[in-house]
């Protein structure tokens, strides 16, 4: 059974940058198309960016061009960089699969205020 853990959130100023890693335990998540997802306070969860097994990224259009996802297989992590960040960033950052989901980590607190 995969395990996901979601590290590398904190409090930034707006512009600032901050890298999110996400390391999967228990099987390789290799072959699978991993995402970021994030929820603010009071809103739904919404897909941030995702990145298939070959390494093809695809973003959400608020975030395009200031967010960059990567993968290295061989450690099972899938990070997340994030350059030029805005108070509407701020959320609870989460990975998983694409499909089919597994169990949700326990996110890692983004806030982005001055």
């Known amino acids: 059974q995969v395990q996901l853990v979601e590290t590398g959130g904190g409090l930034v100023q707006p512009g600032g940058s901050l890298r999110l890693s996400c390391a999967a335990s228990?099987?390789?998540?290799?072959?699978?198309?991993m995402a970021w997802y994030r929820q603010a306070p009071g809103k739904q969860r919404e897909w941030v960016a995702s990145?298939?097994?070959?390494?093809?990224?695809d973003y959400r259009g608020s975030v395009k061009g200031r967010f960059t996802i990567s993968r290295d297989n061989a450690k099972n992590t899938v990070d997340l960089q994030m350059n030029s960040l805005k108070p509407e960033d701020t959320a609870v950052y989460y990975c998983?699969?694409?499909?089919?989901?597994?169990?949700w980590g326990q996110g890692t607190q983004v806030t982005v205020s001055s």
């Open positions: 998983n699969k694409v499909f089919p989901q597994i169990s």
């Open positions: 228990g099987s390789s998540v290799s072959f699978s198309t």
């Open positions: 990145i298939t097994s070959g390494g093809s990224p």
